[in-house]
Structures are given as C-alpha cells and as structure tokens.
C-alpha cells in the first residue's frame, strides 16, 4: 500500500479554462489514522461543470474552494483502513472525494459519504452519473420545476451531457416531444437512435435554429437550460405563452465574464423564481382587484399623483418623457 | 360639436425613441353614425411604456399596431353620440380609445370599453392609474407572482412610476420593508415621504449600490423589476435565495437592442418562469428519486454513455473537456 497521497490543490483562482497556475499535483505523506477515522481509496471521480464555479471566488451555492485547499470532487473510493464504527475495509462509498488517491473520512463530515448500495445490473460507474448527481438534477429539475404535462415539446440543451441525456430520457418517459441540442453529429446520432430522443439538432451546423423551428413545430413548452447563450435565446425565441425554463446550468458563461449571462447566474445560484408578467392574464379578476384597490384608495392607504400634459398634439412628447423619467406618478394626456 | 377627428396615426416603426417620422398628425372627417355604434370624446389618454413596445415589429403581446394605424392607447371618454344599445349620451368610458380625439364603439368592440363607475372621493383620472391598468399590474403582479410575506424585503425600481408608486404600497400594505429605486431626489422624497416607502434611492446617485445595500441589511426577496439592466443586475446580486423577481416591465431597454435585455424580453412577453435549480435543495428526498432512477435504468428506460479518463494526473484536462464538448455522456477519471 502506497504511504502518500497525491492531490490535485487549486493554485490560483481560473481566468477563463484549467491552465497548469490553477491546479497544482503534489504528493503528502498519508496521515496516521486517528480514532473515528477511515481512508478510502479513489476509484473513479466525476468531472463536472460545477468544478469550474466552485473554482471562482464568486457568490455561489457552495463556499468556493480556498486557494491552498484540495481541489472538490465528488468520487467513488473503496474503503481501505478503517477506526470509523460506520465503515469497515471493502465497502464502497460515494461522496465528495476531492480530486485526489486517498480520502480520510473523519466523524464529522461522514454525511458527505454514503455507502453504495449493490445493485444487479449497476456497475459504480452509475452512482456517479444517472443514479448520482446528474441523475439526480435531471430528476428533480425537470419534474419538479419543468412540471411537464404529456405532449407537450421539452428541449434540452447540452443534451449529450451527463444531466442532459438522462433529462431528456424522463421527459420521453413523461410522454413529451423531446428536442436535444449537442455539439456534434456523432452526440446526435446518440441521443436520437440509442437514447430515443425524438430530434437532435448540432449547433455547430449554420442552419442550426432553422432545424430547431422544424423540430418543434408547436413551439417549446419546457426549456431545460444547461448553457445560456446564444443557444438558450434561441430557445427562449420559441418558447410558448407561459413555458418553464429549468435554469440548470450556463456552461457557456463559466469560462468567460459575459454580462448577458450574469444575471442568469445570479438566477441560478440563487434559485430564484423570475416570471414574466402581463395583466391580461388577470382579466377574470379585474372586478375583485378594482373594488379592493378601490377600498384601499379610499381609505388613504393608496396615493398617487398625476403628471398632466395637455393637447393630443403633445402626445408623442409625452411618450418620450417615460424614457426620459420625466413622469411622477401616472403620465397622462388631457384633452 | 367637431365634424372631424384629429388622430396620431403609426407612420414608421421607431429605431428608439418616438420621432416625428414615427407619429403623425391627421384630421379626417367623422364618419356618420350606423345602427350599433357610438361615439366618444377622449378626455383623458393613458400614455404607458408599453405603447413603445406596441410601436414595434417584434413577438409581443398583443400584435403590433400596423403602419397607418390609428395609435393604440387606453383612455378615458364621454359618449357624445350613440346608436348603441348599451351606451347613452353622457356615459363616461375607460378603454382603447387610441390616440386620437374621437373614438368610434362599435357593437364588436364593445369588450375594449367599460363605463366608468361613478364613487365618491374618485376622480376620474385614477381610472387611469390606481384603479386602472396600473394598478391591477401592481396588484396583480406583487400578489400573486412576488406572493410577498410579511417582514420580507421588497425593491421596486421605477418606483415613481404609475406602477411602481402603488406597487410599493401595496407591498407596505402587506407587511414588507420597501424600497423604492427612483431617478431624481423629488421621486425619493415623494415615494418615501408621502408614500410611505420604508427607504427610496436615486439611481442616479454615484454611490447608489452602496446605499441599497444600506437600505438593504437582509437582502433582497423579491423584485418587483420594471427597468432591466445595470439596475436589475444590482438588484439581482442583493437577491435571497429563493427570492421572486416579477418582470413587469424593462423600460432600459425599450429605446434601444441590447442583448443582455433579449433574453428578459423573451420572458416578459411570454409570462415565462424562469427558476434556478441546485439539487441541494432537494436532499431530503434523494432516496425516493434514486429508487425511481435505479428503477427505471433497471427497466431499460434510462440509458447512458460514460467517457473515461484515466490517471489522477488527467483530471485538469478533462475538466476543461467539458468546456470543448469533447465528452459524450457522463465524465469521469478513473484512477
């Protein structure tokens, strides 16, 4: 048995890809175990775009990762030595590993690890990816905030991807028309003959959003976004009145400062729920809302003020006087 | 009495803000009068940032007005003629007038006009506004897409505005701490002190970020965002997980193509959802979802694709594998 440890630390914080200043290998010497501790040996480790977030001293869902420290990883590693009364030798467990040979799991962060159950027919590779985080994400983001409803078009960006294809597969499951976007005719040929995806559009082909407006006829109800971009507006551009976009991810802004993008990472990090709002959808309600808006202005609760110009002639004026702020209150034309 | 009408008509489509290329003046003789059909002098016309929106030839929410149309606009007139079996001579109406000095009801369009009702300490201009489109968007808006608790914190920008003014105070009415973004001293004044909101910032104040971050100790929870822009983008970054953003309006980006609003607009005109999505926030129900997963991959329904790299010392470069598309599937580094 090896007595070091060789370990992947982030150098320096990313400016656009991985260079060799961002992450450093080094070799340590593998700590003597300490009572309530086991070490476990990395097996496999999953690479995901959330590396490349957690890389960044940006606000973000975790606590980026700390120059100095271990790169985060999540992996799969067999138990090799343990003094954990949770853990013996031979068992496998997933969690986050870090990006590195060996993993000491002491007694405080043991919920970062779960033993891997032993399935038939699931190698581990499996609890890292469909049955794992991607599996996962592709579960409760489209079920839980795409909501789809049977015949209704989902489209799936990055569909070849880990979260992509298995979201994809549990929107056919759900009975949706399911479009995939990927990146090369070989992924295509993938998510459409073997994964049962209905279309599956390159963007790198030029005629890429022409092929999307084929491809989902009666526009798109659910867009499960893993890039942003350029390809989410051109989703965004055939979305239906009232469509759900699941912000997953925006690979596409990870490596670059894109302003565009910003806010949706802000969207993303931070869970928010953005709508879209236009009051014809309300017009049911009018009555109800006029009496009690009516009720509040009556009893002084709701002010309000008027800016008066006067004389249709000045009517064009006064649009131009919203985007020159130059209202208070309500801009009104009297004649 | 006038036998003829003066009328804004649509001339050209506006590059950004309303030239007199874009609206012209007409005069046309008033047409007699056929059985079902009434006839209003406008007294009042609602000029509205939509009317900008309106002007354009994009997917909206309505269609565009055509060119030699009659501009749209609501307002607010007095049936000086009728031959219509539900409006007499005197009836004041609310409705698409257009802009223009005479607007002709006909039976079929009945819908677009309501008489105004007649209430006390009610003037007939807060049908415009409070009681009127305005008000219902912010009532609307606020209540049921930013479902506001009581204690939370609430920033409306354009917060002078004919919206924004009773959207802020229905947010008092409900309990939340209020802060409105406005863009002059006199706004702030008015929105705070006489409006009651709980702090008002001038966006064009150098040290405006500053002060919404003073203004705002515990974050922001929900948006109520009518601007778009460098002022949404900050109120985004002060946002609370979870938080609600009720886009009701980007007026920043109606005079001008800013792709950094696209995206926005998209959301807006369709009354999309948008939500951010981390599966950390589902943790507690990962068993469920993983016996489903394993389930359905069991059955043959979920398929997947692994791309193996091998050698710890791999794993930088497979990181930005991701960025270049070059895995199919799920990746992952095998020690």
Tied chains: 1, 2.
Excluded at 70 to 88: L, N, Q, T
Excluded at 214 to 239: C, H, K, S, Y
């Amino acid at each position: 048995m090896s007595t070091t440890n060789r370990h992947w630390n982030l150098a320096s914080r990313p400016k656009d890809l991985i260079t060799p200043e961002v992450l450093q290998l080094s070799e340590s010497p593998l700590p003597e175990l300490e009572d309530g501790q086991a070490r476990a040996r990395v097996k496999y480790l999953s690479i995901d775009p959330t590396m490349r977030v957690w890389m960044a001293d940006i606000p973000q869902y975790m606590p980026p990762v700390q120059i100095g420290e271990v790169m985060r990883a999540f992996g799969i590693a067999e138990i090799i030595e343990s003094r954990h009364p949770d853990f013996k030798k031979g068992d496998k467990v997933t969690g986050l590993t870090g990006l590195q040979e060996y993993a000491l799991i002491t007694g405080k962060d043991t919920r970062k690890f779960q033993k891997l159950p032993s399935i038939p027919f699931l190698s581990d590779v499996n609890f890292l990816g469909t049955l794992g985080i991607n599996g996962l994400t592709a579960y409760f983001g489209l079920l839980e905030v795409g909501r789809p409803q049977s015949g209704e078009t989902l489209v799936v960006s990055a569909a070849a991807g880990a979260t992509g294809s298995i979201a994809g597969q549990i929107g056919k499951i759900q009975g949706c028309r399911v479009v995939g976007i990927a990146g090369s005719d070989e992924k295509c040929r993938w998510i459409k003959d073997d994964l049962g995806f209905d279309h599956a559009i390159n963007y790198k082909h030029p005629d890429w959003k022409t092929q999307l407006a084929a491809a989902t006829p009666n526009g798109i109800d659910i867009d499960f976004e893993n890039v942003g971009g350029e390809i989410m507006q051109a989703v965004l551009d055939r979305m239906n009145l009232h469509g759900r976009v699941v912000l997953c991810g925006l690979i596409s802004g990870y490596t670059k400062q894109d302003p565009a993008l910003a806010s949706f990472g802000q969207v993303l990090i931070k869970r928010l729920r953005v709508e879209g709002f236009i009051i014809l959808d309300y017009v049911a309600k009018f009555m109800d809302a006029g009496k009690q808006l009516g009720m509040w202005k009556m009893m002084g609760k709701l002010k309000d003020k008027q800016t008066i110009v006067k004389g249709l002639e000045k009517a064009p004026e006064a649009i131009n006087m919203l985007f020159a702020g130059a209202n208070t209150g309500k801009l009104i034309v009297e004649l």
